[in-house]
């Protein structure tokens, strides 16, 4: 550990999501960072610092992983009819889900996890609906898959939020799970004692790289008043716990909540009355004017994941009409067809770009570099939807940062304020060197120190995983 870090880069106006040189130290053994102190207080020992060479900006946090999904990505990348869609998907990512155990996936998870560490992102909440083991019986006493991710956060060195996601029925209506869904199911009860211990052992445990929060798949898979009921419990569990959400990705999903209920899915869950800036709606893609609305008065977070919407051609979110409300966007990686924030913040832009046939479209009046206003806003909403203290480099955020090799082509000739330009739309993510996550160094010189062992482990998981 560290005690102070001092930024050789150009520094960055106050309000910016870059370093100023010299201003922030780590203390001994706290990840957070604290404010220098009067020279007058200042200890008769100089603290040891660590001069970094480069240009530093906020880790970026993931606000919505499927892990166990990294060991299929690319792997469907084929038609099997003209017809092909998310549904078609599902069924190979079914049947994936029910081949991964425990060990599989640690193993892939910590890969991914140090993959995410790589490109940017220094937290993650991991949206966990493995709950059983293949037989479909639960764990007698701790579950393994849920131990899993834990350990390979821990390995990885990345902040984790995770959340156990409750999942409970196949379609609206309560109908019963299918077979190949048995794994993810757990009874609200259970659910809900499971995150109370969660919750309990965490605070007796310390430390601030591990939150727990809760998540329901989407409101086809948890019945109304299984969720309300959940819901409820979850805030006097914890006020601010974090809580996420499926909701809107599909058009059928959609029409089958409107032939169910007469309501689309945003306005059945308006209706309950209980978005709050606690709650993350994931995708949102087809939402409408009126219920985009609803969410920014809510002021609850909306989490996107281009890369995998595209993956699954899910559509098109309505991003520009979104922050125009002074809504509240995050991204994540999902699926994991891509594990990049760059990518991810780019083709927002880009989306939004072929939409409206004009170039910068996500500028706001007080930021007119779009890689800066995406890439701040981005952390600051996803630090909120993991409900952790990052997204920011000040005092009391943890220490989770990134240098970008200012040597780098992709940065050549940058001035200050264009850095996260050249981050998200001139490659600059290549130029990601070092990482730092809760006040430590966890990739440096680009390498990290579990790639050895994951390159050996990784490619045996997976030749067992494609054999089956």
């Given amino acids: 550990m560290i005690t102070a870090i001092e930024a050789s880069a150009p520094a960055i106006e106050a309000g910016t999501p870059t370093i100023e040189a010299g201003t922030p130290t780590i203390e001994a053994g706290a990840p957070t960072i604290e404010a220098s102190a009067p020279a007058h207080h200042q200890p008769s020992r100089a603290p040891a610092i660590e001069r970094v060479d480069g240009i530093v900006v906020p880790g970026m946090p993931n606000a919505h992983s499927h892990a166990f999904q990294r060991a299929m990505a690319g792997s469907a990348e084929y038609r099997m009819s003209a017809r092909d869609s998310f549904w078609t998907w599902r069924r190979a990512m079914y049947a994936l889900a029910n081949r991964v155990g425990p060990e599989d996936l640690r193993i892939v998870a910590t890969q991914l996890f140090v993959e995410m560490l790589k490109a940017g992102y220094t937290s993650v909440a991991e949206f966990h609906y493995l709950h059983r083991p293949a037989a479909a019986a639960p764990y007698a006493a701790a579950n393994l898959l849920w131990e899993a991710v834990d350990d390979a956060a821990r390995t990885a060195g990345i902040g984790l939020t995770f959340l156990p996601t409750l999942y409970q029925s196949s379609d609206f209506g309560g109908q019963p799970l299918r077979p190949e869904q048995a794994r993810f199911f757990l009874d609200t009860d259970a659910f809900l004692r499971a995150v109370e211990e969660r919750v309990d052992a965490h605070r007796r445990a310390g430390g601030n790289m591990l939150r727990t929060g809760a998540a329901f798949h989407s409101l086809r898979a948890v019945p109304l008043d299984q969720l309300r009921r959940a819901a409820l419990a979850l805030r006097s569990i914890d006020a ?166 200012g040597s780098h082509p992709a940065l050549a000739g940058a001035a200050a304020e264009g850095a996260l330009d050249r981050l998200l739309f001139a490659g600059a993510d290549q130029a990601i060197r070092d990482v730092m996550a809760g006040g430590r160094w966890v990739v440096k010189d680009r390498r990290h120190a579990a790639d050895e062992q994951l390159r050996g482990d990784f490619g045996r998981i997976m030749q067992q995983l494609n054999a089956e």
């Fill in 240 to 405: 601010r716990m974090p809580v996420h959400i499926h909701v809107a990705e599909q058009m059928l999903e959609v029409r089958a909540c409107e032939r169910a209920t007469g309501r689309r899915p945003i306005e059945l869950l308006l209706d309950q009355d209980l978005l709050s800036p606690h709650w993350c709606v994931v995708h949102a893609t087809h939402a409408t004017a009126a219920e985009l609305q609803g969410i920014a008065a809510a002021d609850a977070v909306v989490c996107v994941s281009i890369s995998t919407e595209a993956n699954l051609g899910d559509g098109l979110f309505d991003a520009a009409r979104f922050l125009n409300m002074n809504g509240r966007l995050c991204v994540g990686s999902d699926s994991q067809s891509t594990v990049s924030p760059a990518e991810e913040l780019r083709w927002l832009e880009y989306q939004q770009r072929l939409r409206k046939k004009r170039r910068g479209v996500l500028a706001a009046k007080n930021e007119p570099h779009v890689g800066t206003r995406l890439w701040r806003d981005a952390a600051q909403n996803g630090a909120r939807a993991l409900g952790q203290p990052v997204g920011s480099i000040a005092v009391g955020c943890r220490a989770d940062w990134l240098v970008l090799d």
